[in-house]
């Protein structure tokens, strides 16, 4: 008998599980709304022309490599020194005084989750007892994150289902009623599953609560460039805090913006008030790493540094990313006509408009969902959240019907 007869069968995750089904389903109008990965019009993966010219460009111009191709030497805990000056410049814009003032710790982390694992981490050796609120709702692994840190969370209201947008008096009381000191997770745009931002005026309203109760925000920066196309303004947020002289943590991703999903690139930041201070957390961040991981792959980062680094391929990959923002855009415009065009009953569509980013909350409940996914052949996760970065033009009459459909 095994020694494992006590570990029981765990449950599928609730997104990767849907690409599961979706690959089991033999049906050819099958369509993977599930995963947040962006795909061409003709729903295929996409890679980067800046990522593939990197390669070629490293093999022709040895020199272009910051630190050489071929070298598979460790990096040092904190990770590749020039990802790491390029992804805090990325964030903060290269002039920040936080970046001048060396008032910024930056460790080279295993993507967005690697990153926010490590912050999670922080938080439960040096802030014990801190508790850390959540959206309602959020991105499901945010909670894995939180719970297997064995740091506290609680959730402040964010979701309006009778507006499918913001509720935004419930998260200003939520986060005002927190005790002091809380750390507070936001996305920094385009939150997912949503897809609801606040506006420019809101977000100066929650950095005025989170800095009267003295609250410490903690970013997630999972999607910079995909919510408007432009990396800077989907910094924004972040920046404001920093502007006001506040100390923020932020974890960045660039699995979507880059498209480096199976590289694991990412970064865990904390902008703090003193160069000294920032010195020590940094220390303690690679202190933490050291036993969970050691150190970061270098790939993905040499990838992101050259591509930052050089003016050219900055430039491309800006363009890259107004292309695949803009092919969201097109999606989500011509699904909202498909939807607002075929239903007869009257209800108001225009939300589907008002959201950013690659997700779309349609307000389907689970069994709606459901039926999307055994009559439709539509996969979604559960809470009716569907990827536009999965959906081409072509087939958003298909999906309106669907909707449509389970809705009524
Ligand atoms: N944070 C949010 C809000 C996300 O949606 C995701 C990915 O879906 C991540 C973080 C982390 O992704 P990764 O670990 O691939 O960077």
């Given at each position: 008998v095994s020694r494992f007869e006590g570990i029981p069968m765990a449950p599928p995750d609730p997104i990767l599980g849907v690409s599961e089904a979706f690959r089991a389903d033999t049906n050819d109008v099958k369509l993977n709304l599930g995963v947040g990965a962006y795909r061409t019009e003709e729903l295929q993966p996409y890679v980067l022309?800046?990522?593939?010219?990197?390669?070629?460009?490293?093999?022709?111009?040895?020199?272009?490599?910051?630190?050489?191709?071929?070298?598979?030497?460790?990096?040092?805990?904190?990770?590749?020194?020039?990802f790491n000056k390029a992804t805090a410049e990325l964030l903060l814009g290269a002039d920040n005084p936080a970046i001048k003032e060396q008032r910024i710790a930056t460790v080279q982390g295993l993507s967005g989750t690697g990153s926010l694992r490590l912050g999670a981490a922080l938080i439960e050796r040096y802030f014990p007892g801190s508790k850390v609120l959540i959206s309602a709702p959020t991105w499901g692994n945010h909670k894995n994150i939180f719970n297997d840190a064995r740091v506290p969370w609680s959730e402040y209201r964010y979701y309006d289902p009778r507006t499918v947008g913001l509720d935004f008096e419930g998260m200003i009381e939520d986060i005002k009623a927190a005790p002091e000191g809380t750390f507070v997770l936001l996305h920094g745009c385009a939150h997912n599953p949503t897809g609801i931002d606040p506006t420019?005026?809101?977000?100066?309203?929650?950095?005025?609560?989170?800095?009267?109760?003295?609250?410490?925000?903690?970013?997630?920066?999972?999607?910079?460039?995909?919510?408007?196309?432009?990396l800077d303004e989907d910094a924004a947020s972040v920046r404001l805090f920093v502007a006001r002289g506040m100390e923020v943590l932020v974890a960045q991703s660039y699995s979507k913006n880059l498209g480096l999903y199976a590289e694991r690139i990412g970064?865990?930041?904390?902008?703090?008030?003193?160069?000294?201070?920032?010195?020590?957390?940094?220390?303690?961040?690679?202190?933490?790493?050291?036993?969970?991981y050691s150190n970061?792959?270098?790939?993905?980062?040499?990838?992101?540094?050259?591509?930052?680094?050089?003016?050219?391929?900055?430039?491309?990959?800006?363009?890259?990313?107004?292309?695949?923002?803009g092919r969201i855009k097109n999606v989500r415009q011509k699904l909202y006509d498909s939807i607002s065009s075929k239903d007869k009953s009257g209800k108001d569509w225009s939300f589907i408009l008002k959201q950013i980013g690659m997700f779309s909350y349609t307000g389907l409940n689970k069994n709606q969902s459901d039926n999307m996914t055994n009559k439709w052949h539509v996969y979604m996760t559960k809470d009716g959240r569907i990827s536009l970065a999965g959906l081409s033009l072509a087939k958003c009459e298909y999906l309106a019907d669907a909707i449509i459909d389970s809705y009524h």
């Open positions: 022309n800046v990522v593939k010219k990197v390669y070629v460009l490293s093999l022709m111009a040895e020199n272009l490599m910051l630190e050489r191709g071929d070298n598979k030497e460790y990096l040092p805990i904190e990770g590749l020194a020039a420019p005026e809101q977000w100066e309203k929650i950095a005025d609560v989170i800095q009267q109760k003295n609250h410490i925000p903690f970013f997630d920066v999972a999607y910079q460039g995909f919510a408007s196309g432009s970064a865990m930041n904390v902008i703090s008030s003193s160069s000294e201070s920032a010195t020590r957390v940094k220390s303690q961040l690679k202190r933490l790493a050291r036993p969970m970061p792959p270098v790939h993905g980062a040499r990838i992101v540094a050259n591509v930052v680094g050089t003016p050219v391929l900055f430039d491309e990959w800006k363009a890259e990313m107004e292309m695949m923002a």
